[in-house]
């Protein structure tokens, strides 16, 4: 089943399947260094540190999992670290983004990269890395796949800020990452193209890239070839899957060839959750399993932690969508009746009113008129008592209405009211809306269903160039436009409330706690944890 929050790597496989049938070429791959890139220089060594980032893991699953004795690996890291049921995601809560803010240490703002669609105002098209099918048609296989496997880490990854890869690169550290969709570094990379991609698109058969020291992206980029056998054929959706990635790790394990840092993107957990909804538990069964194979390549899980620093993390959470008797979708063309809203793959043009970026619980509202339409566009959006709220930004100010009341927000950064990551801010109107916490006595401010979301909405608003809303669906509810896919009876995230922005974080290996739970900080616990352990090695 199509959803959105598999992203990148499963357009890549859909785009294969409707692609085959025009040719049946192969072509040979250049044999990549990779594995030379990670001899060691000698010397003391760090302790490795295997950075597993599980799409869409929840903290509930996890503990109703534990409970039910069925996650015998995940009950161990838990038992033996630390284990975290909190961590504050990014938002819009989407791989791609969340991917880009935990590398990067920045928040969209910084980072450049808004979702998994959004509307670029200087190409005046609809940036899609891969939503679904009927999307990628009606956008066009070549438009979809140069966003996303060229401009997303080459050019769309703002080039003003670094990535974990380029930085340990400066710091003379080795890292790699396994089938991660952000994966920008300081080293050259070919991805190949089978011939039944590139020979029906515009697509090269080769594409450089940057990349870290090591990289695997699929069957796309595969520097074990030859050496072990991965799962990357057709039927393994071209090696974007956890058996694929696990695999890797293991060899690299077995080896003695571990990079400093090892990022490792499992996806297959989230493509089960979007079908069956928040509360199916196979396939953290499976990853279950999967984690312990991992653990058990070192000699046993007790060596595992002895030799590494192993991290499980989630990305983001989940909401269930209700079933299709209940009418879950918000039809946002629909909504919006005569208004002439751009399609899927047409140029931007003055000539339009409306068009939309949906990121399934949450969406992009362009007005191609300017503010005026956006004001018609947000009265609209807030009368209607299944969206949750509709934000836009003014010259120094967030604005937010409460969906199906006429309770307002504004907020601007800066102030006397501190929160407790030690931002400040000036409120106005009714906090309720965003259902924060003042205490005018003490001067500071709390978040509770809405986690870090001053930051976090601000940022997503200043994201990229042009005029535009952000709107939410109510739990239970997506939003939907022409073509994009809808998840009924299954699950689904994109917004902001805590269940799809509170994720777990298991760390094992180490003491070290990080300051901060939040994605866009960890990057930074990452570096320290790294260079600390090469202080204590005598590493200069």
Not at 469 to 478: F, H, Q, R, S
Request: aromatic share 6%.
């Amino acid at each position: 089943m199509w959803k959105i929050d598999r992203q990148i790597l499963r357009t890549i496989t859909i785009l294969v399947l409707i692609s085959i049938i025009m040719s049946g070429c192969h072509n040979s791959k250049p044999k990549e260094q990779d594995l030379l890139r990670l001899k060691s220089t000698g010397g003391a060594q760090p302790k490795k540190v295997i950075y597993v980032l599980v799409d869409s893991l929840m903290p509930q699953a996890i503990d109703r999992g534990i409970r039910a004795k069925e996650l015998p690996t995940l009950q161990y890291l838990t038992e033996h670290g630390q284990y975290y049921k909190n961590l504050v995601s990014s938002f819009p809560t989407m791989s791609v983004s969340i991917d880009s803010t935990l590398l990067t240490g920045k928040y969209p703002v910084d980072h450049r990269v808004p979702g998994l669609t959004w509307y670029s105002a200087k190409d005046k098209k609809v940036i899609n890395y891969g939503t679904g099918p009927i999307e990628i048609v009606q956008q066009g296989v070549n438009r979809v796949l140069n966003d996303a496997i060229i401009h997303l880490n080459q050019d769309h990854l703002s080039n003003g800020v670094t990535t974990i890869h380029e930085d340990l690169t400066q710091r003379g550290l080795k890292s790699g990452s396994v089938n991660g969709l952000i994966y920008r570094g300081a080293r050259d990379h070919t991805l190949s193209l089978p011939g039944w991609i590139h020979i029906p698109s515009s697509l090269p058969k080769e594409i450089h890239v940057k990349g870290p020291d090591f990289l695997t992206l699929g069957s796309l980029s595969n520097p074990l070839e030859g050496l072990t056998s991965l799962p990357e054929g057709l039927t393994d959706k071209l090696g974007f899957n956890n058996d694929y990635a696990i695999e890797v790790v293991k060899y690299l394990v077995r080896s003695r060839k571990l990079p400093d840092f090892l990022f490792v993107y499992l996806p297959d957990l989230d493509q089960k959750l979007h079908k069956n909804g928040p509360s199916a538990s196979k396939g953290l069964k499976a990853m279950d399993r999967q984690l312990d194979s991992l653990l058990q390549s070192f000699g046993s899980r007790e060596q595992a932690l002895k030799e590494a620093v192993i991290i499980v993390a989630g990305d983001s959470g989940m909401t269930a969508i209700r079933p299709s008797d209940q009418h879950p979708e918000i039809d946002l063309p629909d909504l919006f009746g005569d208004a002439r809203v751009l399609s899927p793959g047409e140029t931007g043009s003055k000539e339009k009113d409306i068009l939309f970026a949906v990121n399934e619980t949450m969406a992009y509202v362009y007005s191609l008129k300017g503010e005026a339409s956006l004001k018609n566009a947000a009265a609209l959006l807030q009368a209607d008592p299944r969206i949750d709220f509709v934000a836009w930004s003014t010259r120094d100010r967030i604005h937010v209405s409460q969906g199906g009341t006429s309770k307002q927000l504004s907020y601007k950064a800066g102030g006397t009211l501190r929160d407790p990551y030690r931002q400040s801010w000036t409120l106005e109107g009714d906090a309720e809306v965003l259902d924060l916490r003042v205490n005018k006595e003490h001067q500071t401010l709390d978040y509770d269903e809405y986690p870090d979301v001053l930051m976090r909405l601000s940022s997503a608003l200043h994201s990229h160039e042009g005029d535009y809303l952000i709107v939410t669906a109510k739990p239970g509810y997506e939003l939907t436009d022409k073509s994009s896919p809808k998840h009924e009876g299954g699950g689904g995230h994109g917004s902001i409330r805590k269940a799809e922005s509170l994720v777990p974080l298991i760390i094992g290996g180490t003491d070290r706690r990080p300051q901060s739970l939040r994605v866009v900080d960890l990057k930074y616990y990452l570096l320290d944890l790294l260079s600390k352990d090469l202080q204590n090695n005598g590493i200069k």
